[in-house]
């Protein structure tokens, strides 16, 4: 299945349907095999000691995947994570944007699933790894 939504229609659709995150989330490069998105760190996404909090780093997964998945069905803003599994592997880098590196593994009729691997921006070593899936409403 090719896709459907380019980076900035998906960006636009982000900032419309959620303003909360406004600024939060950029997208980095989309493809049909991968979507790369930022999570723009600021002062609120930091824990004690400087670094992005865990559930900022859950946030950039969760954005991450919908997008990949938005970026081959459309706008259907009422797909909802229906599983999510996290593993925190390292502390991330202080101040730094954390980036994720974003694949489906399986986009089927009413549920897709994803993959994202999370960096700080400008390192190798994973950040923290989540698998993820999604209900997608009936058409």
């Known amino acids: ?4 939504m380019d980076r900035a229609e998906l960006a636009e659709f982000l900032d419309q349907a959620f303003p909360q995150v406004k600024g ?6 989309l493809d ?3 979507l ?6 600021a002062e609120r996404h930091l824990r004690p000691g400087g670094t992005v909090s865990g559930p900022n780093i ?3 997964a969760d954005v991450g995947i919908y997008m990949a998945i938005l ?5 259907v803003a009422l797909a909802v994570t229906t599983n999510a599994s996290i593993d925190f592997m390292r502390k991330p880098v202080a101040g730094v944007d954390l980036v994720a590196r974003v694949r489906l593994l399986k986009l089927g009729r009413v549920l897709a699933v994803g993959e994202a691997l999370m960096f700080s921006d400008g390192d190798t070593r994973p ?6 899936t999604y209900s997608i409403p009936p058409k």
């Open 1 to 4: 299945m090719g896709l459907v």
């Open 71 to 75: 970026a081959r069905l459309g706008p």
């Open 24 to 29: 939060d989330f950029a997208i980095d490069a």
């Open 127 to 132: 950040v923290a790894r989540a698998s993820m």
């Open 36 to 41: 790369v998105v930022r999570l723009c760190v």
């Open 32 to 34: 049909e095999d991968e």
């Open 58 to 60: 859950f946030a950039l």
